[in-house]
């Protein structure tokens, strides 16, 4: 459990505030007012609301119970108890301060494209704190924990298009679906970009005659530590060293300088990789050739 009131307790609270704000004004400022089949438990919650005006907030925490029970071993005690903080945060929100707020009274697809960015920035920081407003996110999240490599982004595409499509055939929407789906959408890639983004990292194959030395310099400039694995030419079967070193996309910069300071006619391959999807190595670049 978390220390209460400690430090990390206190920055996940303000991250999770944040992230609550953003989702709520992206739900009953702009998704409200423009009548939109919504994702998630937000969209079931919406649904009821069109139909009896229940309070969105509090009629997502009902609907959270029996999913909670359900997902609460899958996802951990600490991952929990996290989630139902930010859950009763974002809930109080929707339904208390959001009001005071305007709503957004211009065109639908504008109001489309605000809410899937408020709300994709605002779930992305709830996630990156390793928390989630409850709800389908306990779904998504059950999901990852099964499936690691799949995008959280894909799995909440996939999930939330069910709950869209469905508000679409109640209230006969087909154009709102069409918005819900845009919505969806940029949810996920708002969502797997900013996760993506803050949580990539590299790796950098350096092919040298000067593997010792190039380790130093990077150690020296990087403070990063490294891998030499001894290796020989295809062609000439002469000896090669291949330092491998992991560090963030920042750091990269420094490397590369690093290795050239050394030797300049080293060849640099450079990966990237994203820790937070588990996808592996993604892509990679040629920083330097040899001639």
């Not at 990539?200 to 010792?212: E, N, P, W």
């Amino acid at each position: 459990m978390e220390k209460i009131f400690g430090k990390k307790w206190l920055a996940d609270t303000a991250v999770e505030l944040l992230g609550s704000v953003l989702t709520g004004i992206a739900v009953y400022n702009f998704a409200v007012p423009a009548g939109f089949p919504m994702t998630g438990f937000s969209g079931l919650a919406l649904i009821v609301f069109r139909l009896w005006k229940l309070p969105i907030g509090w009629t997502t925490i009902v609907l959270n119970i029996p999913v909670a029970i359900l997902c609460y071993r899958l996802l951990g005690r600490g991952f929990f108890f996290r989630s139902l903080r930010c859950m009763v945060l974002s809930s109080l929100f929707i339904d208390y301060v959001a009001p005071l707020l305007p709503l957004y009274q211009g065109g639908r697809l504008l109001a489309a494209i605000c809410t899937g960015v408020l709300g994709g920035i605002g779930y992305a920081m709830i996630y990156l704190r390793n928390s989630s407003t409850g709800g389908s996110d306990f779904v998504i999240m059950s999901v990852k924990a099964v499936r690691p490599h799949v995008q959280l982004g894909r799995i909440i595409f996939v999930t939330d298009a069910c709950i869209i499509l469905l508000g679409g055939i109640i209230f006969r929407d087909f154009d709102g679906v069409i918005y819900g789906l845009i919505i969806d959408y940029i949810y996920a890639i708002v969502t797997d970009k900013i996760m993506y983004g803050m949580n990539a990292g590299k790796l950098a194959l350096v092919v040298t005659s000067h593997g010792k030395a190039t380790a130093d310099k990077i150690d020296e400039l990087v403070g990063r530590g490294t891998t030499i694995i001894e290796a020989k030419g295809g062609y000439r079967q002469d000896h090669r060293d291949v330092v491998m070193c992991a560090c963030s996309t920042k750091e990269m910069i420094t490397v590369e300088r690093a290795v050239k300071a050394v030797d300049p006619s080293a060849f640099t391959v450079i990966l990237e990789s994203n820790e937070v999807l588990g996808e592996g190595f993604k892509n990679f670049r040629v920083a330097e050739k040899v001639e």
